[in-house]
């Protein structure tokens, strides 16, 4: 009998996995180790290049009803509020792009997402299923559970995350390493804003050392914030930790009264290290293959992880399926695929933190001549069509 596939984690990366490969056919075990799908309560933004994905995977209409689909998306200045476009994603954007440009809760994307699996192929999610190693027999590879047990496919698929297991056991890279920047975390109900704050638009507030991102969420009922804060070093053992209204307050002290509507109103203030690791060339070793942060974990700061993690999906799901019979030119397909678009992001985001955090925005004057230069429209497209214009469901798989 054929082995499935194992895919390590119930997160982005590989619920869309799993959905892509059981589409075309293939039998998938997903292993998660938490007991209930549960994600943090906060937001993501998801470009037109994932939603082309996620349409394909034939969730698209049931992301839109819990999503908010963005109008358009603004820059604006930390201590004025001066406002600039930042993409217009209305009609335009929909015939350029063909897709809509979505902000959801991560709950609500992870719910249709593994509503979705399941429907296609019941009992794919085993919960509680934490994968602590994993071992490559030549012909298949096997999970190894925290309980002892093991899950054997013909590929083990890591899913796992920025802190991926499956990555260290078989590429042996090391900790991911803290980037200075810790990220404030919340959402709000939008019944507690002013009219001004519940548009459905995004804004990115810039200012010297830290920015600020906010979004409507789940039908416009909550807006995401996320508070960037360049620091020094991270205090506390655990990467997510609650804070304080007071200490997030104090981080973003000077900044225009609309950031400060909505820090008061968060009622949990969640505090993460950003972490990442310095991008790598091979995402894979004999039966194993990585998705997602396991394998190109970035700076949030082109709004990307998640959806570079639902392109992997797709191509790697294409690559298996066409060389079904050949599964070591299934991997290197998807990665000559995909490594060097992923690492290109990777450096983008990157390059966004001195871009947003820039010492030029403290002066007024010099702050909107900054502005206007750095988020002119021919630098916007320069920064975002590579992105937003990428087809992974039908692109050629041979580059
Ligand atoms: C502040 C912030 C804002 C962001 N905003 C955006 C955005 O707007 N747009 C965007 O595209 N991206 C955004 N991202 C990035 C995005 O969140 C990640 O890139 C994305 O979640 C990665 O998905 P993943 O499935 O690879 O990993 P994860 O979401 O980390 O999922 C990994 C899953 O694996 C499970 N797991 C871990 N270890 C094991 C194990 N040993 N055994 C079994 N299961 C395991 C976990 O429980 C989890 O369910 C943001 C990130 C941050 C921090």
Redesign the pocket.
Known sequence: MTKPMVV???????LCTALALIQRGFEIIV????SELREVG?????SPN?TRVLASLGVLDELRAVAVEAEAKEIRLWNSGETWPLFDLGAAAMTEYGFPYLMVHRGDLQAVLATAVERAAPGTIRLG????DVRDHGDFASAILADGRSVDGRLVIG???????IRSRTLGAGDAAFTGCI?W?GVVPSDRLPARLRRAVGANWVGPGRHVVTYPLRRGELVNF?GVVERGGWETESWTARGSREDCAKDFAGWHEDVHALIDNIDVHYR?A?MTRPPIEHWSSGNVVL????CH??L?FM???????IEDAVLLARAIESHRDDLATAIRTYESLRVERANRCVRAADRNREIFHNDRLTDRADATRYVSTQWSEAKIRERYHWLFSYDAVSCPLEC
């Open positions: 390590s984690g119930a997160g982005i990366g590989g292993c998660e180790q938490a906060a937001g993501v933004q998801l994932g299923a934490e994968v602590v899913a796992d995350g920025i802190h991926s297991r990220a975390r996320v993460w950003l998705v997602g942060d396991a974990p970035m949030p709004a990307q992880g998640a959806v570079m993690a």
